[in-house]
């Protein structure tokens, strides 16, 4: 067909381009399947902007005549389907059960959809977070003179947040400098730094069963195999940790010092202390993720505490009590193995972000995050106890006493489904519920499933349980 | 000794603590190298808060009476010298020319001394960056209702943005929708992901010989090995990459399209068309590396616009034009690779930043980043004839007539030492050369060096440059 669809000047360029290509589509001048000039031909032939050209077609994509197909440009639509986004998207939707894994879960966890409840997902709603304070923070960087806000900075992230981490740090008898500590994109990227510093393809890593599901998905691009080690309601079972080690010679152990996910248990110092021996006899390192530290009112004792740094690497984060989109994290270590993994930054992600550090440097520093800290304490205080209550009337029961963290693991009655149909159901109800297999790398824990605190106090969560509970 | 420093109550805490531990410290009550207590001992067994009594341990280390050893806590200074930091650090230093790779390239690039001239560096310097575009920007963000400051965001990034993107795509002739574009933390980050999907440990890849120096760090983080393709003044010799496709079967080839790092040249429309034809014959894919896009004026042929991702991907990033500081790139590839990204990204670093994305977002939409890089190549246009007959003066040759981009590639006159030579002695003068070693995977281009255009404007880099070709 001739290129040239400008008629007449009346009507904007954009317009007469859209109308154009709708009649020759509608006159079937173009038939359906047939590719459309590209981008650049349309706007060359047309005398207008690529932008316009552009704007024409996805106008025509909007009214269903136009698919873009990312492998080839664009084409009449009504040969086949206007292509479906398979991305990971995040619109609630129907699952199999057996498809109902970890992967499954993120991409419901962040549905942008406000109407969805996500009791399934690891992180505070807007209104527990500080928005205001990353506001003002914000506001306050924008206007300071030498703010840091054009280039890559020190390997090692932003001093400022460095040394305040450190002083954090020292409040749990954990002694660094702040050389000693590399800031990372979230707690996430120091596990994954990590592994890609200690493992080889095929080593062996322990980790909690049930435990942080997104251990395994790091194992597996790292192509490591995860050892589960059970965990009781005392606690990781060191025995069985024990003969893993024996049998299957790992090379890490990834835990929670405190409030462990999902469970909510903490160390205790005796356990602390023969895990410890247990790394040291068998030659394993421990990677404590402590991300849950401010929710924890009254600190347990931290293995990098007992050990300092002998065996022990000891990360954190921000993305649980400030904000999930800013991606602030850090890990502590040995001096050397902190300059291994600052290179490998460098090399895998270059630098740091250096808004983002500031932020929450300003939250640290005013002492805004200390007070905030202490009302998420205080507001899960008040909201934990009505919601365990109201779980536990349709028949669910507490694994363990914590009574902290923003976590309930909670076990279902006898003669329910298994936690993974459930949350295939409730889904269809706008409803992401985290079953206990998720956490599992064994696949065990069928039978449980953890709740957000805080993502879970609307009422429709416990209707929408209550009658698939009902229903068998 | 006796834990309780207190003695009396007329100075500040802090203050006694650190007299009452010097006092001790100079009767030999604490002899040097003893233990001190932890922070949480020190501060119980005084009633001050453990802020204090790091602040207490901080001032005596100032002093140098007191040492921190990150595995252990604090001891009495004195049996041996105060720990020396060999942390990535950057401060300029004595190297000898066969330590000077790409790693130490980089530390000293990363240096944050003013005094230094960062000629090696990959950047702009501050002056050319939109520093007041960036704060309006935050200012912007901050004020905007709705502004996305607290959640993980969409699993592909910062929706608008990508919509920007594809816009900027289809410039190029690219058709891609926001659902095949994934935001990354900088183009770094993209092609580390794009690493660790399409290899395995010991696979081969295709990288020009000179390339970009951090592609060989991110494939030695892959286990992967590096197949060097010669480039000459003709652009890359296919000849050459035919014969390593047939004897190496590579999986992939990392590239520039434009302006390739160091070289400045671009990809000719019939090598490409044949550069496509060969990765389809041996099976490798491509990645093209579009980061320098914005200093060319008029574009040359992106292999994602021939292909249709059939066998490229293709990926850029805002650091050089806009901040390294935010971290904000984005790879476009087919639908199911881009999925594959995004579940690997969200296991290895869970989420985007969504601050970074909104800063980019803004000076893409208001038109402030269209006229700011017009701006920068107008400003490398009168920059660049300049320098480069300085550089003549002194006897170095450019080595191709590209006249864009951000950087010169310069052969040294005959009877000149070294590259690696002249950057280890130029150190010593706090000037930072790039040597051209460190962009060859077989350490070749010793003849060479690459200058940062912009941050190569100081007389004093002449003037050291000449003095050491004088010296011989």
Redesign the interface.
Known sequence: MDLDLKSNAVTPLQEQVVAALRAAIAAKRLLPGEKLP???RLAAANRIS??T??EAYDRLAAQGLVV???????FVAGREAP?T??????VPGRAAPEAVDP?WM??QS?S?DDRVIHSACG?LP?SW?P?DG???A??G???MKGS?????????GYLPLRQQI??RL??L?I???P??ILLT??A??AI?LVC?HLL??GDAVLVDDPGYF?YH??L??HRAKALAVPVTRDGVDLAALERLAVSAQPKLYLTNPALQNPTGLSLAPGQAHRLLNLAQRYGFRIVEDDVFRDFQSVPTPRLA?LD???RVLHLGGF?KTI?????VGFI????ET??HL???K???????????AQ?VHRLLEDGSYRKHVAGLREKLRRTTPPLRRRLEALGLKVWTETEQGIFLWMELPAGAPDATVLAAQAIEQGVVLAPGTVFSPSRQWKRFLRFNIAQSTAPRLIEVLGKLLRRK
Chains 1, 2 share one sequence.
Do not use: C
């Open positions: 590209s981008i650049r690529p932008f050209a552009v873009a197909r990312p492998k080839s440009g664009f292509l986004l398979a991305v990971p998207d995040a992967v993120m991409r962040l942008l992180w807007d977070l928005e990353i506001r003002r914000l506001r960087i924008a206007a840091q806000l054009l280039q890559y900075g020190h390997p090692l450190r002083l020292a409040e008898d002694a660094v400098t050389e000693t994109d979230g996430s990227q994954d890609r080889q393809p997104n998905a790091v597996r691009a505490a300092g740094f002998q993305s904000s999930a989109a800013l991606r502590a270590g040995p001096e902190i300059r600052a290179d490998l460098l090399a895998t992600t270059f630098g740091n972000n250096q808004v983002a932020v």
